[in-house]
């Protein structure tokens, strides 16, 4: 069983920068594509970036904005977050698939989950 594990959420003032990690238990290399989601109190869980292969997928609210990255050494998913607004307050959660699976994107039908970080942006 995939276990990801995520950390780096905190508060920051907009216009501030975050790094959220994700670790998995064992080899991301064996995992198919991963992403970032997020949901606020009260909103449904929404798709942040998703790294699948080569490439990237970003909500048009982050484009520009927020980064993913995997490190397969390590086990590790990244999202680097920049210029921070309010708006995206939220807890985040790091989402995969396993191998040979169709690549979900943005639908939250991902196989593994992480606990979540809190991430607070204020104004």
């Known amino acids: 069983q995939v276990q990801l594990v995520e950390s780096g959420g905190g508060s920051m003032q907009a216009g501030g920068s975050l790094r959220l990690s994700c670790a998995a238990s064992?080899?991301?290399?064996?995992?198919?594509?991963m992403g970032w989601f997020r949901q606020a109190p009260g909103k449904e869980r929404e798709g942040v970036a998703v790294?699948?292969?080569?490439?990237?997928y970003y909500a048009d609210s982050v484009k520009g904005r927020f980064t993913i990255s995997r490190d397969d050494a390590k086990s590790m998913v990244y999202l680097q977050m920049n210029s921070l607004k309010p708006e995206d307050t939220a807890m985040y959660y790091c989402?995969?698939?396993?191998?040979?699976?169709?690549?979900?994107?943005?639908?939250?039908?991902?196989?593994?989950w992480g606990q979540g970080t809190q991430v607070t942006v204020s104004s």
């Open positions: 989402a995969a698939v396993g191998p040979y699976t169709a690549c979900p994107v943005f639908r939250p039908m991902y196989a593994h």
């Open positions: 790294l699948y292969s080569e490439s990237t």
């Open positions: 064992g080899s991301t290399s064996r995992l198919g594509c």
